[in-house]
Nanobody, 116 residues
Framework: QVQLVESGGGLVQAGGSLRLSCAAS????????MGWYRQAPGKQRELVTTITSGGSTYYADSVKGRFTISRDNAKNTVYLQMNSLEPEDTAVYYC??????????WGRGTQVTVSS
């Protein structure tokens, strides 16, 4: 059974940084894309960023220039470096892996809280 386990969340002041990690229980090459979603209280889960097996990336407009997704294939881990954090970034962050045509995997999430 494929598992994705997030870590690295926590409480940080506005302007600070955090790095999230998503460790997969299998080779991340099995995923066509991996990414991060987030869900703030009372809001729908939203896409933050993705990275393909070839290394192509996508970022939501709200995080462009502040967040960076990367992958370490040897460690089967995807990272999310978050800089210049804002209170609006407060949410539970979920790791996601997609294998075409229709398999989707989720982690349990890690809480990120940004204080003003």
């Amino acid at each position: 059974q494929v598992q994705l386990v997030e870590s690295g969340g926590g409480l940080v002041q506005a302007g600070g940084s955090l790095r999230l990690s998503c460790a997969a229980s299998t080779s991340i090459f099995m995923f066509n894309t991996m990414g991060w979603y987030r869900q703030a209280p009372g809001k729908q889960r939203e896409l933050v960023t993705t990275i393909t097996s070839g290394g192509s990336t996508y970022y939501a407009d709200s995080v462009k220039g502040r967040f960076t997704i990367s992958r370490d294939n040897a460690k089967n881990t995807v990272y999310l470096q978050m800089n210049s954090l804002e209170p609006e970034d407060t949410a539970v962050y979920y790791c996601n892996g997609r294998r075409f045509p229709g398999s989707v995997y989720w982690g349990r999430g890690t809480q990120v809280t940004v204080s003003s």
